[in-house]
């Protein structure tokens, strides 16, 4: 090979490498301004599956990092044993959402029927054409007399 074609598909190839960068960072841009409400969407979706007892459809929102760690039985176990409380209260309200990537991390807040909040952080991840939950945080429970921020109308 002679130098001038060594140096064109150098070239090409930095060509290649900078313009994948660039459409990478032009879909990462696209997914930040994904509308809050599709988050919305996929945890109410599972958590309206987990109350009928559809643990498939509820497992069906999660990521395949998940699933890769918990088979359909498991995930149901996991769902029956760690979050039964969640699964009564009477709300779900969202709070702050925020992006990093192909990841989005939501605030719930779980009203519980005395009045008590159990505020969870969902981190969703974008597969395909779709956010799937990858992972929620339950956090402490707060007491009855405090209250959510922001309006209501």
């Known amino acids: 090979m ?4 060594k140096l064109c ?6 060509g290649v490498c900078g313009a994948a960068a660039f459409f990478q960072g032009a879909i990462e841009r696209r997914w ?8 919305y969407h996929v945890v109410s979706q599972q958590l309206a599956a987990f109350r009928a007892d559809d643990y498939s459809g509820a497992y069906h929102q999660v990521s395949m990092g998940f699933q890769e ?21 009477t709300r779900v309200e969202f709070g702050q959402t925020k992006f990093h990537g192909r990841n989005a991390f939501l605030s ?8 008590d909040i159990v ?22 429970r707060w007491p009855t007399n405090r209250r959510l921020g922001g309006l209501r109308t």
């Open 119 to 140: 505020p969870c952080v969902y981190t969703l991840v974008r597969e395909e054409d779709a956010w799937k939950i990858d992972s929620v945080r339950v956090l402490p």
């Open 108 to 115: 719930a807040y779980f009203v519980m029927p005395e009045g």
């Open 9 to 14: 598909l150098l070239g090409a190839i930095f």
């Open 32 to 39: 930040q301004t994904t509308p809050p409400t599709e988050l």
């Open 2 to 5: 002679n130098r001038a074609f």
């Open 69 to 89: 760690k918990f088979n359909l039985e498991a995930f149901a176990d996991l769902a029956r044993t760690d979050y039964p409380s969640l699964l009564r209260a």
